[in-house]
């Protein structure tokens, strides 16, 4: 079991940059595949991010390629996105998620946060 809370959403204008964190509860952090998605209005989730459990693999989705980076710090039980160059079409309720296995599918996760609003003004 892990708990996942979000923070570092917030509103910002569209080329700037945000740090996303998601903190997690429980001593077994490494044993999870950490992953990132996005909801928009109306739209479906979007795979954004994902890390492996040691940070050395790492798998982006095409729309943020180039712009976010994620990071780990198991130390920390936290794992981070950050997001630059920013866009208005990033717009989105991001989430983080935790599953033993190494996927892009958010059915694949057994674990989410609550999400938070990140909101890029044009």
């Known amino acids: 079991q892990v708990q996942l809370v979000e923070s570092g959403g917030g509103l910002v204008q569209a080329g700037g940059s945000l740090r996303l964190s998601c903190a997690a509860s429980?001593?077994?952090?490494?044993?999870?595949?950490m992953g990132w998605f996005r909801q928009a209005p109306g739209k479906e989730r979007e795979f954004v991010a994902v890390?492996?459990?040691?940070?050395?693999?790492?798998h982006y989705g095409d729309s943020v390629k180039g712009r976010f980076t994620i990071s780990r710090d198991n130390a920390k039980t936290t794992v981070y996105l950050q997001m630059n160059s920013l866009k208005p079409e990033d717009t989105a309720v991001y989430y983080c998620?935790?599953?033993?296995?190494?996927?892009?599918?958010?059915?694949?996760?057994?674990?989410w946060g609550q999400g938070t609003q990140v909101t890029v003004s044009s």
């Open positions: 890390i492996s459990w040691s940070g050395t693999r790492k």
């Open positions: 429980g001593r077994t952090f490494s044993s999870y595949v």
């Open positions: 998620a935790a599953d033993p296995q190494f996927t892009i599918a958010a059915r694949g996760y057994d674990y």
